[in-house]
């Protein structure tokens, strides 16, 4: 699939529309992994949900790239590890699309003139009680990026060909109190990409790709 295709796909299937579920600890997003799902009901039922935006900036180059951070090792969540740019919708943000442009701005000085939002993929909840809306964005390149090293150790684009090969999708898994559940590693290079980047980066393989 050519990145015209791609993008075309996108705008087709992807909309603006919010899900009740981002802010409605009633109502569950399911994964289809039976381990997953009962993981993210029982942490749904002993915190309270934590709405949260990241952006998917895919970077419109000849062979398009997907551009991703690699967090501080210092941060309380997910030190260290591969991730979008994004974090937690504030109340002041206008929208989760909103809210991951500003993250963005903030941890690796995207000027949002570059981005083109498409739209939502789907809500993805993580065992922390995230509830992470993802916005999928055409980004022009050009840019120039200022990382915020409170937030993230450093920026870095891997080929939007590599992330949407499922061969490169290895699916592994791990105990959640006495239930397995899967998870999605990509790795690329000396980048171990997992988790729930590697979730995200399968789901909108299956909207946007494998379909």
Do not use: C
């Amino acid at each position: 699939m050519d990145s015209a295709e791609f993008f075309a796909r996108a705008k087709a299937r992807l909309s603006f529309d919010v899900p009740p579920g981002l802010n409605d600890a009633a109502i569950i997003p399911t994964t289809g992994d039976a381990g997953n799902d009962r993981m993210i009901q029982i942490v749904a039922q002993e915190r309270p949900i934590r709405p949260a935006a990241v952006l998917i900036g895919i970077v419109e180059h000849e062979q398009p790239t997907v551009l991703l951070t690699q967090r501080s090792a210092h941060l309380n969540d997910h030190a260290g590890q591969i991730s979008f740019p994004g974090g937690k919708i504030d109340p002041g943000d206008a929208s989760p699309l909103d809210a991951a442009l500003r993250e963005a701005e903030e941890e690796v000085g995207l000027d949002r003139s570059f981005v083109d939002p498409i739209g939502y993929l789907d809500l993805y909840a993580t065992g922390f009680g995230f509830r992470i809306l993802p916005t999928v964005a055409r980004v022009k390149p050009g840019f120039n990026l200022t990382i915020n090293e409170n937030e993230v150790e450093s920026a870095f684009e891997v080929p939007l060909s590599f992330l949407m090969n499922p061969t490169n999708h290895q699916l592994h898994s791990k105990d959640f109190r006495g239930i397995e559940r899967s998870y999605y590693a990509m790795p690329f290079a000396e980048r171990y990409i997992w988790g729930a980047t590697a979730g995200i980066l399968r789901v909108l393989y299956e909207r946007i790709v494998q379909k």
